[in-house]
């Protein structure tokens, strides 16, 4: 009898993505299929799986505070309200500013490549953050609980961001992200209190109140073209009047009528047509399982369908 081949999961450190892999694969891919960031494999004998890390190499140095190793940003030390983070690093490591106190205005400077997992989480006090136009990808709760945080812009480079991006942050009130990102993972605008306008890519392929929790005061949202449903209960958006579609066609629901615009990146000044109506229909937003025009991708990418992805692009 064949013994039946043992499957491993963890998560990509530069996006964030959930993966499953074979060991086979540990020999034979290099590459994150989904932000394509440079990846290795190491056996952890004691839990019997395979851990993934970036692999990447570049300098090490320590400076003004920045402990950097092979193009990593490890760790701040520093206690500046301002920085800038110092050339030569591709990555701002996990947990790197983790917790940091005294920072109120962080520019991540051109050269990064990738942001990691909970990179900025728990910095209270940020207040303004400047993403690099080349950043290609952001990972799972990047900036989980930066209450303070009042706007951002994700740079239009970007390809891959993982869960909980914004969830906690209290005070941000403008967040810009490009309407093209092929992987979003979900639980983006989680208690983002103040913000009024959410925009959802094309890569999030579902949308859920787990999205939107606790942000009560979002009065507009966009949604990409490549998203495929949308689904849960909205009610705790009581302000949301306005729901636009990248692309408006080929959607079904029997209890909302969304309308909509065929222009996402430029938003039309009108409202919806009987706006009353429109407007308690989405406040409620019964009903909103039937709504979907196809059946939306598996949550883990599997390295065995991205193989010959990879081998095209060689």
């Known amino acids: 009898m064949r013994n039946k081949k043992i499957e491993f999961f963890d998560s990509c450190p530069c996006c964030g993505r959930r993966l499953a892999f074979y060991e086979e694969h540990t020999q034979t891919v290099k590459n994150c299929p989904c932000c394509g960031a440079p990846i290795r494999f190491e056996a952890d004998e004691e839990e ?22 092979n193009g990593v940003l490890v760790r701040y030390e520093g206690k500046e309200e301002k920085i800038a983070t110092p050339f030569g690093v591709l990555m701002i490591g996990e947990k790197a500013f983790e917790n940091n106190r005294s920072l109120k205005e962080i520019t ?5 490549l990738y942001i990691g997992t909970e990179a900025f989480s728990h910095a209270e006090n940020i207040r303004k953050l400047t993403l690099p136009s080349g950043l290609s990808a952001i990972g799972n709760c990047a900036f989980w609980n930066c209450r303070r945080l009042e706007s951002i812009a994700v740079p239009a480079s970007v390809r891959a961001m993982g869960y ?15 309407m093209e990102i092929p992987y979003v993972g979900g639980w983006i605008y989680g208690f983002c209190k103040r913000l009024k306008r959410a925009v959802v890519p094309s890569g999030r392929r579902e949308v859920d109140h ?22 849960g209960y909205m009610c705790h958006l009581r302000k949301l009047a306005r729901v636009y579609f990248e ?35 989405i406040k409620k937003f019964s009903g909103i399982q039937g709504m979907c025009r196809a059946e939306a991708q598996d949550l883990v990418m599997s390295l065995d369908d991205c193989l010959k992805l990879w081998e095209t692009k060689d």
């Open 164 to 178: 909980g991006l914004f969830h906690g942050c209290e005070n941000l009130e403008n967040a810009e992200l490009p």
């Open 247 to 281: 692309d408006p066609t080929g959607w079904q629901t029997q209890n909302t009528n969304f309308g909509g615009a065929s222009n996402a990146e430029d938003i039309p000044e009108r409202e919806l047509k009987n706006q009353k109506k429109a407007a308690q229909r």
């Open 48 to 69: 019997c799986k395979y851990r993934i890390f970036a692999d990447l190499s570049g300098e090490s140095f320590c400076e003004d505070g920045f402990v950097v190793e």
């Open 108 to 112: 991540v400077s051109e050269g990064v």
């Open 210 to 231: 787990h999205d939107f929790s606790e942000s009560e005061q979002i009065e507009e949202l966009v949604i990409g073209r490549g998203v495929q449903r949308i689904h």
